[in-house]
């Protein structure tokens, strides 16, 4: 059985991973960081353990070559860890979940190159950056301090989660993640659109909720975006402009869905209209000036 084909049979609990809208979520019950809770500026060293590894380990699966057994799976929560280097033996692990501890480096996952799917929400994690992981299909890294979006360059990443009290201000770097499909950036502090591209060619769902996004001019950023069916900008500057609904559409016609609201058919025609007037607009500043006869020289008197 290949690693992909694992992936499949593997079913992560719904509150993992959010498929569609996490704005329906409740903030007060997913927060890692209460409001008023205060952390000492270091931390204890807690290194990962030969223990803690044997209490974590599960899902006993035959390895590559199928010659051999070992367990792929490791969830080792909340052990206020600071180190994970034990972690370079264990190359056969494909899905690992390392949330709400104390890391700041995850470079030891680099020597997994059979990894699917990773959760490090909660710890103090500044970035997110790894070696290129060829399977790695799911990776969720919310509430930490990540600054900024370099160095996430898995080909086969699917879903990536960088929300909640990270630090983003802009996207950069994920134009080559082609079968991206979902992805979450809510409660950062993002005021651009730029860094999409079309190269992104299978992103369908995108939360930016409770970012910094003002001028509705960064919308037509995301039209390069060839199969983005729902968008969230909730609590967004931008959202306070009257005719945000409209413009959205307009510069993104192949929209499902805004924020909470799927599109009627009216207003699909009302930006169907606005989109074609613009277009004859252009066209008409585009047209050269007709030549005008010359009047022929009055002679000299």
Same mark, same amino acid.
């Given at each position: 059985?290949?690693?992909?084909?694992?992936?499949?049979?593997?079913?992560?609990?719904?509150?993992d991973f959010e498929k569609e809208e996490d704005e329906k979520e409740t903030e007060e019950g997913e927060d890692y960081r209460k409001e008023g809770e205060e952390f000492p500026e270091e931390w204890l060293p807690t290194p990962l353990t030969e223990d803690m590894m044997k209490e974590g380990l599960s899902l006993l699966c035959k390895t590559g070559s199928g010659l051999a057994h070992a367990y792929v799976k490791l969830e080792v929560k909340e052990r206020d860890l600071t180190d994970i280097y034990l972690l370079?033996?264990?190359?056969?692990?494909?899905?690992?979940?390392?949330?709400?501890?104390?890391?700041?480096?995850?470079?030891?996952?680099?020597?997994?190159?059979?990894?699917?799917?990773?959760?490090?929400?909660?710890?103090?994690?500044?970035?997110?950056? @790894?070696?290129? !992981?060829?399977? *790695?299909?799911?990776?969720?890294?919310?509430? %930490? &301090? $990540?600054?900024?979006?370099? #160095?996430? =360059?898995?080909?086969?990443?699917?879903?990536?989660?960088?929300?909640?009290?990270?630090?983003?201000?802009?996207?950069?770097? @994920?134009?080559? !993640?082609?079968? *991206?499909?979902?992805?979450?950036?809510?409660? %950062? &502090? $993002?005021?651009?659109?730029? #860094?999409? =591209?079309?190269?992104?060619?299978?992103?369908?769902?995108?939360?930016?909720?409770?970012?910094?996004?003002?001028?509705?001019?960064?919308?037509?950023?995301?039209?390069?975006?060839?199969?983005?069916?729902?968008?969230?900008?909730?609590?967004?500057?931008?959202?306070?402009?009257?005719?945000?609904?409209?413009?959205?559409?307009?510069?993104?016609?192949?929209?499902?869905?805004?924020?909470?609201?799927?599109?009627?058919?009216?207003?699909?025609?009302?930006?169907?209209?606005?989109?074609?007037?613009?277009?004859?607009?252009?066209?008409?500043?585009?047209?050269?000036?007709?030549?005008?006869?010359?009047?022929?020289?009055?002679?000299?008197?």
């Open positions: 059985m290949s690693d992909e084909d694992d992936l499949e049979d593997f079913e992560p609990d719904q509150d370079r033996s264990y190359i056969h692990l494909r899905y690992v979940d390392v949330s709400e501890n104390h890391l700041t480096d995850l470079s030891p996952l680099n020597y997994l190159t059979h990894l699917l799917w990773l959760k490090a929400d909660g710890n103090q994690l500044r970035s997110a950056q @790894l070696n290129e !992981l060829p399977y *790695l299909q799911i990776a969720s890294f919310a509430y %930490n &301090q $990540i600054t900024d979006t370099e #160095g996430i =360059s898995h080909p086969r990443l699917e879903t990536l989660n960088l929300k909640a009290q990270n630090m983003l201000k802009k996207v950069e770097s @994920l134009e080559d !993640l082609s079968n *991206l499909t979902t992805l979450h950036l809510r409660d %950062n &502090q $993002i005021d651009t659109l730029s #860094g999409f =591209s079309r190269e992104m060619k299978s992103l369908q769902y995108l939360n930016l909720r409770g970012n910094m996004v003002a001028n509705l001019g960064e919308l037509a950023k995301l039209r390069d975006l060839p199969k983005l069916r729902a968008l969230v900008l909730l609590d967004n500057p931008c959202t306070e402009e009257t005719n945000y609904r409209q413009e959205a559409l307009v510069q993104m016609p192949y929209l499902e869905r805004l924020d909470k609201e799927f599109y009627e058919e009216e207003e699909r025609a009302e930006a169907d209209e606005i989109r074609q007037s613009l277009k004859e607009d252009k066209e008409k500043e585009q047209e050269p000036e007709p030549e005008r006869d010359l009047e022929p020289e009055q002679s000299l008197i």
